[in-house]
T-cell receptor, first 113, second 109 residues
Framework: DVKVTQSSRYLVKRTGEKVFLECVQDMDHENMFWYRQDPGLGLRLIYF???????EKGDIPEGYSVSREKKERFSLILESASTNQTSMYLCASSSGREAPEQFFGPGTRLTVL | RKEVEQDPGPFNVPEGATVAFNCTYSNSASQSFFWYRQDCRKEPKLLMS???SGNEDGRFTAQLNRASQYISLLIRDSKLSDSATYLC??????????FGAGTTVTVRA
């Protein structure tokens, strides 16, 4: 059974703070993804990684960066949090092109005050 | 135009009813298709893959129409526990998935 874990379920930060969201998967998956989900907008891809130290911008990368130093761990960084980054953040992983279905972590609900 | 479009609903049905809904996708080169289920304030979970010939998993039936570029999901004998948002998901020939915004189904007693 695939397990994707995220470091926090709920997080409250202040405007301008640096925020780290951590994601770990235990299935040796090649690909990892960060999404945000907002009401009426669905899931939007922020960044993804198809290998260690590799990263690709998704649809809405502005204001975010990522780090993948180890295969199992993918971090999302908000360099200077802003109120419009209040959202649900979801991490996912998949094994590769032959099996593109993604498995999600429980999500982090981030509130920026 | 969005890559994946769904009727947001809500579809409000009594227990035991059959409910069906579609989604359309814009990329004719799409290779793989899925339905995910998402409960309120939870993460999306894979419900089923959708194959060209159509496939069934218990009370759930998925169909793919490549010519018209739509995917359907049918739920028979609805249960209260089927109340959720159903996400239509499409994959091109790369690592990424395109998600629809979801169709909300509410099953009432």
């Amino acid at each position: 059974d695939v397990k994707v874990t995220q470091s926090s379920r709920y997080l409250v930060k202040r405007t301008g703070e640096k925020v780290f969201l951590e994601c770990v998967q235990d299935m040796d998956h090649e690909n990892m993804f960060w999404y945000r989900q907002d009401p009426g907008l669905g899931l939007r891809l922020i960044y993804f990684s198809y290998d260690v130290k590799m990263k690709e911008k998704g649809d809405i990368p502005e204001g975010y960066s990522v780090s993948r130093e180890k295969k199992e761990r993918f971090s999302l960084i908000l360099e200077s949090a802003s109120t419009n980054q209040t959202s649900m953040y979801l991490c996912a992983s998949s094994s590769g092109r032959e099996a593109p279905e993604q498995f999600f972590g429980p999500g982090t609900r981030l509130t920026v005050l | 135009r969005k890559e994946v479009e769904q009727d947001p609903g809500p579809f409000n049905v009594p227990e035991g009813a059959t409910v069906a809904f579609n989604c359309t996708y814009s990329n004719s080169a799409s290779q793989s298709f899925f339905w995910y289920r998402q409960d309120c304030r939870k993460e999306p979970k894979l419900l089923m893959s959708v194959y060209s010939s159509g496939n069934e998993d218990g009370r759930f039936t998925a169909q793919l129409n490549r010519a018209s570029q739509y995917i359907s999901l049918l739920i028979r004998d609805s249960k209260l526990s089927d109340s959720a948002t159903y996400l239509c998901v499409v994959n091109g020939n790369d690592y990424k998935l395109s998600f629809g915004a979801g169709t909300t189904v509410t099953v009432r007693a």
